[in-house]
């Protein structure tokens, strides 16, 4: 169906093996599958067309038995308050973000700034951002298959350039969300002012001055990244930790090596030609399922392939898109004028 609309756009499927598969070539088929959704994913005239929406509609539905009917659903906030909606289960994220965020008085055309992520507010007080909510995912349906994470779903910005909070300053609303945010994110030190900044937020908070506060806070450091979970990269050697923060076109990573030294690396977005996310299943015994993002990077002429093995590779993967994204467009704006 997705031929018939889209023609030559739609990647080739992966070809049927017609006798028993052993386990490698059925592993092979499998990342071919996966290879296959990610690329169709990658054009928004796809993931937008009815076709598209309708068959993962269905698919989620039938597959985890959820028939279509009314359910209450929480949206969380950045401060921890929340708004009850009456829904449908079958209603996809892009109506639950749309009628959320109009009944908190958001104008229509600064809706796409915002989207839908599953997070988790651990007990020590971490902040984990599970992933962003595909728009055509049933948020009712996945939070029911995800219930062992214990997840909330709450709405974020959803652009990693920082100077788009300007656009979003006139909207009482939309101000409200970028300063809930900016808050909690001082809170849960993803961000790292320096003494005389944080002195200086302190002040502006105690105030009630959003604006001044948000001015100020654009310039701090890792203002407008996403922070994902510590986890395990390749980079420079097997086997290293890693704290990631994904904004201001880089990946930036702060990495612990076996030596127990540290050593920060910024992978910058111009230098990174293509990216794959595979998923690996548990790699121990006991083990969650874990994700493999690798991507690949010109260092200092030199091609190769940088490995993070990290549950949130599927966040890192639409944050890498979006910065790609929004600098497309800020060239082409720039040619233009």
Not at 142 to 161: N, P
Not at 209 to 228: C, H, M, P, S, T
Not at 232 to 238: A, L, S, T
Not at 252 to 278: D, G
Request: net charge negative.
């Amino acid at each position: 169906q997705l031929r018939q609309l889209f023609g030559s756009a739609v990647p080739a499927f992966p070809p049927k093996f017609y006798l028993a598969m052993t386990k490698s070539m059925a592993d092979e088929r499998q990342s071919q599958l996966e290879q296959y959704l990610q690329n169709v994913t990658l054009d928004s005239n796809i993931t937008n067309s009815d076709v598209f929406r309708g068959f993962f509609r269905k698919l989620q539905q039938d597959t985890f038995k959820i028939q279509t009917q009314r359910a209450f659903l929480d949206v969380y906030l950045a401060d921890g308050s929340n708004i009850r909606l009456d829904i449908q289960t079958s209603d996809t994220a892009e109506r639950i973000l749309e009628v959320t965020l109009c009944k908190m008085g958001l104008s229509r055309e600064l809706i796409k700034y915002f989207s839908l992520f599953f997070f988790q507010d651990h007990d020590n007080g971490v902040l984990s951002v599970v992933k962003k909510v595909a728009e055509f995912e049933l948020p009712y349906v996945s939070l029911q298959t995800m219930k062992e994470l214990h997840c909330k779903l709450g709405i974020r910005k959803w652009y990693m350039d920082p100077s788009l909070d300007t656009l979003l300053m006139d909207c009482r609303a939309s101000l409200n969300l970028l300063y809930m945010q900016a808050i909690q994110e001082v809170k849960k030190n993803w961000v790292k002012p320096t003494e005389m900044q944080m002195q200086e937020l302190e002040f502006l908070q105690n105030n009630a001055n959003k604006a001044k506060f948000l001015e100020l806070i654009r310039a701090v450091r890792f203002y407008g990244y996403v922070r994902l979970d510590p986890c395990i990269c390749d980079y420079p050697e097997e086997g290293c930790s890693a704290d990631i923060y994904v904004g201001n076109n880089e990946i930036n990573c702060c990495i612990t090596l076996p030596t127990n030294q540290t050593k920060e690396v910024s992978f910058k977005i111009s230098r990174l030609r293509s990216w794959q996310v595979t998923f690996l299943g548990a790699i121990k015994d006991g083990e969650d399922d874990t994700l493999e993002l690798r991507f690949e990077y010109n260092d200092s002429g030199t091609w190769q392939w940088i490995i993070l093995y990290t549950k949130q590779a599927f966040l890192l993967s639409s944050c890498l898109k979006k910065m790609i994204s929004e600098q497309m467009m800020k060239e082409a704006k720039e040619g233009q004028e």
